[in-house]
């Protein structure tokens, strides 16, 4: 069989590790900065603070968008790690959830006067300055959805103006004079006089152009939608919802932030929670799409790491038990150890590989099959693919037992010799 060169399945493992740690890094901070976010947030008191304190409803919909993100990278990332959809739903994950900590932060700092946690100026800065990326990362996500690659080159510049947008933003919040839009604390890096206000004013101008960038997005999605198959329209379906249904309300959001934000308002709970829901409703939308309808073939994979995880335990099952049953008959028998068990328990998974095999696979195809797929010919979707890397890997796996169980047969073998020879 013509595998790849020496170095390529180790190569592979060690990319798969650092996914592995990258996945864990993003999930274990997600999860740690809603959590301090939730403990802030609930213990924060009305008091001489800039911004409303908003009610423990806020920052539930915080926590959730944080989950709904966080759940569909954790699923995309691991996976199908070749495609950056699952790796931008981390990364709104992980601004979403240090956007809410700052929040957080800063009412619960600002209750008392003097503040009772130190440098909310600087901390309020910070997700000012976060705040003007998230709208490149929505862009960037309905852009690429689903196969992670635009339309066509021409689309896909959409996504770099939207990422020049952000920097050009964050620059001009950075020294803006005034607060801090959203978190209310006075910029500690502010430019004074007029240049300062006028990066203010460049500042929220900036934002509202990157908002309205995701008309052309939408835009491009409802192309890709009337371009795809039954099934690709299946998996768009939802999809496209949400997005208008987002920047209706992102819109929205952005013309009353000002208002609801400032101390006083009566309308910041319902436009956070509003917000919530509309960014919400991007991650079910692909839950939808990949667990009902088959996107990025989650369910093929599912059933492939089923076939060969059970295959593989289940032929080092037979394989240990095959040598110890033969080597107690022939000791029984002979009074001497010999390679004929060896030989006679390959034999054994030599004819045992195939219908086991093949059992599995039928397993497999009846629990994570798609719907509206035909029945395919009898016998043709249980072929082996000896090209297959998860074949490769199962083929060394087995290889690896085999040899550890006769490194100890063969230490085995001087003592029964010994035992078997006449005094």
Not at 150 to 157: D, N, T, Y
Request: charged share 15%; with cysteine; net charge positive.
């Amino acid at each position: 069989m013509a595998g790849p060169p020496a170095n390529a399945l180790p190569a592979t493992h060690r990319l798969r590790r650092r996914h592995q740690l990258v996945i864990w890094v993003v999930l274990i901070l997600s999860a740690a900065m809603i959590l301090a976010a939730l403990v802030l947030g609930f213990t924060a008191q009305p008091g001489h603070q800039p911004i409303v304190v908003q009610g423990r409803l806020a920052y539930i919909g915080g926590m959730v968008i944080t989950l709904g993100y966080g759940f569909v990278f954790a699923v995309l990332a691991t996976r199908r790690p070749e495609n950056p959809v699952g790796w931008i739903f981390g990364a709104v994950a992980l601004i979403n959830s240090a956007s809410n900590l700052v929040w957080a932060y800063v009412s619960n700092a600002t209750e008392t006067i003097p503040p009772r946690l130190p440098i909310p100026e600087v901390v309020g800065w910070i997700g000012g300055l976060t705040f003007q990326i998230y709208p490149y990362f929505f862009i960037l996500l309905i852009l690429r959805f689903p196969d992670g690659k635009p339309l066509s080159h021409a689309w896909g510049r959409w996504a770099d103006v939207a990422a020049a947008l952000g920097v050009i933003g964050v620059i001009f919040t950075a020294f803006a004079a005034g607060r801090v839009p959203n978190y209310g604390v006075v910029n500690p890096f502010a430019v004074p006089g007029a240049l300062g206000d006028a990066f203010a004013a460049l500042a929220a101008g900036v934002l509202v152009v990157q908002v309205l960038l995701l008309l052309p997005a939408i835009a491009s999605l409802v192309i890709r939608y009337r371009r795809a198959d039954r099934i690709g329209r299946l998996q768009l379906k939802w999809f496209t919802y949400a997005v208008a249904v987002l920047a209706v309300i992102g819109i929205a959001y952005i013309l009353v932030r000002e208002s609801a934000f400032t101390s006083g308002s009566t309308v910041g709970d319902i436009t956070w929670l509003a917000f919530c829901t509309g960014a919400t409703s991007i991650p079910v939308a692909a839950l939808i799409a990949i667990l009902r309808h088959d996107l990025y073939q989650i369910d093929t994979i599912i059933g492939r790491t089923f076939v060969y995880g059970a295959l593989t335990a289940i032929l080092a099952g037979v394989y240990t038990a095959g040598i110890r049953l033969f080597n107690w008959i022939f000791a029984e028998l002979t009074g001497e150890s010999s390679d004929l068990p060896l030989v006679l328990t390959t034999l054994v998974l030599a004819t045992t590989f195939t219908p086991i095999k093949v059992r599995l696979e039928r397993i497999a195809a009846e629990r994570w099959k798609e719907p509206d797929e035909a029945e395919p010919p009898p016998g043709r979707a249980l072929a082996l693919d000896l090209d297959d890397p998860q074949v490769e890997a199962f083929a060394q796996r087995i290889a690896e037992i085999m040899r550890g169980q006769e490194r100890r047969e063969a230490k085995r073998r001087p003592t029964s010799s010994r035992r078997s020879q006449p005094r």
